[in-house]
């Protein structure tokens, strides 16, 4: 049983926004088997380039664990750490957490795992600010009408 939830192809009639959750799982499951991977990947991924929620919050727990308390970061540990911060659920719970894992095969993958998520945040900002901006135009445009002379 996969115990990730279907990530639909478009929400309310609109496409999805540019995503790779296999590649945020790879991520995570890696950096949970291999802690020392945080430190090389720190440069190159944000929690914001995750598209998940429960994503950002696992990533955002493991990094303060490990960089900022200086503690490893296993399974126990970061589900001990969710529940003390009210976050189990939201991360997904112990279940989720155990999935991770046993989903990567290569946790030395994680460099190439945070290239794809923070490649994916990049087209999903660009996307974003695509979609704004023709909003911004056509509220220029009118409000440009209004001062034109008759």
Do not use: W
């Not at 911060?85 to 290569?106: F, I, M, N």
Request: glycine share 6%.
């Amino acid at each position: 049983m996969d115990p990730r939830p279907p990530v639909p192809a478009s929400v309310g009639g609109e496409p999805s926004l540019p995503h790779n959750v296999e590649a945020e799982i790879s991520l995570l499951g890696s950096l949970l088997r291999h802690n020392a991977a945080i430190n090389d990947i720190l440069p190159l991924v944000s929690r914001d380039d995750f598209y998940r929620d429960q994503h950002r919050v696992l990533f955002e727990v493991m990094v303060d664990l490990f960089v900022n308390e200086r503690k490893p970061v296993d399974l126990t540990i970061l589900n001990n750490e969710l529940e003390k911060r009210g976050l189990t659920a939201k991360a997904g719970g112990p279940e989720y957490l155990v999935s991770l894992c046993a989903l990567v095969p290569v946790p030395g993958n994680a460099a190439h795992s945070a290239g794809i998520v923070k490649d994916r945040a990049s087209q999903r900002r660009l996307t974003q600010l695509a979609q704004r901006r023709p909003a911004r135009r056509d509220r220029a445009f009118c409000r440009a009408d209004r001062f034109a002379p008759a």
